[in-house]
Nanobody
Framework: QMQLVESGGGSVLPGGSLGLSCVAS????????VGWFRQAPGKEREFVAF????????DYADSVKGRFTISRDNAENTVYLQLNSLKPEDTAVYYC???????????????????WGQGTQVTVSS
């Protein structure tokens, strides 16, 4: 069973930056696609970003394009999400998710992922 642990969340001012990490253990991470999702209070979980197994293929929600960057280091079993130019509407719990069979066309659907982390809180407020 794969375990995913997110870290790096916190509180920042609008326009600030944060770097999130998702560390995998329990299974070889190399051939898993990984997505980041977020969920704000009272809202459904929404897709943020996706990275394919080798880091070459990425995809982003329109709301974060140009501000967030996803990357991975398979040697470290880690996927990163750099959050720049943060806005109050980015406030949410951020989750990483992994699956050996996910691909770009279905990467935005939470049901495409078998393994989930516990989440890390990101708060953007003045």
């Amino acid at each position: 069973q794969m375990q995913l642990v997110e870290s790096g969340g916190g509180s920042v001012l609008p326009g600030g930056s944060l770097g999130l990490s998702c560390v995998a253990s329990g299974r070889t991470f190399t051939h898993y696609g990984v997505g980041w999702f977020r969920q704000a209070p009272g809202k459904e979980r929404e897709f943020v970003a996706f990275v394919g197994w080798n880091g070459q293929l990425t995809d982003y929600a329109d709301s974060v394009k140009g501000r967030f960057t996803i990357s991975r280091d398979n040697a470290e079993n880690t996927v990163y999400l750099q959050l720049n130019s943060l806005k109050p509407e980015d406030t949410a719990v951020y989750y990483c998710a992994a699956d050996a069979h996910v691909y770009k066309l279905v990467a935005a659907k939470p049901d495409s992922y078998k393994h989930w982390g516990q989440g890390t809180q990101v708060t953007v407020s003045s």
